[in-house]
């Protein structure tokens, strides 16, 4: 239900809009996410929404970098990514939950999340 796309190769310093779609926008989505996968690694956080208030959250490492935004029109979630570094290099998945009452904690939390893309690599040179 949730399709992630945007993703490509990109040098140091470039920028990358992702775009994630979803074929089935449920009323209880309330809050959206963004998390990476380096190869070899953990899956981690990058931002987060809330759909209707538009509050965001994003981890330390893409601050002032990265732009988390949606539009409900379209039900597509967007992260705007910004002077990319190759340790940004991942496959990029995008992450729904029916969770409710935004906090600045637990959409950071990877298990907070029921519903993922499919993943879209994003390659940064340097």
């Known amino acids: 239900q949730l399709q992630a796309s945007g993703g490509g190769l990109v040098q140091a310093g470039g920028s990358l809009r992702l775009s994630c779609t979803t074929s089935r926008r449920t009323s209880s989505s309330h809050v959206m996410g963004w998390f990476l996968q380096p190869p070899g690694k953990e899956r981690e956080f990058v931002a987060a929404?809330?759909?209707?208030?538009?509050?965001?959250l994003y981890a330390d490492s893409v601050k002032g970098r990265f732009t988390i935004s949606r539009d409900n029109a379209k039900n597509t979630l967007y992260l705007q990514m910004n002077s990319l570094k190759p340790e940004d290099t991942a496959v990029y998945y995008c992450?729904?939950?029916?969770?409710?009452?935004?906090?600045?904690?637990?959409?950071?939390?990877?298990?907070?999340?029921?519903?993922w893309g499919q993943g879209t690599l994003v390659t940064v040179s340097s």
């Open positions: 992450a729904a939950t029916e969770r409710a009452y935004w906090s600045s904690t637990w959409p950071a939390n990877i298990n907070s999340y029921a519903y």
């Open positions: 929404i809330n759909w209707y208030a538009g509050t965001t």
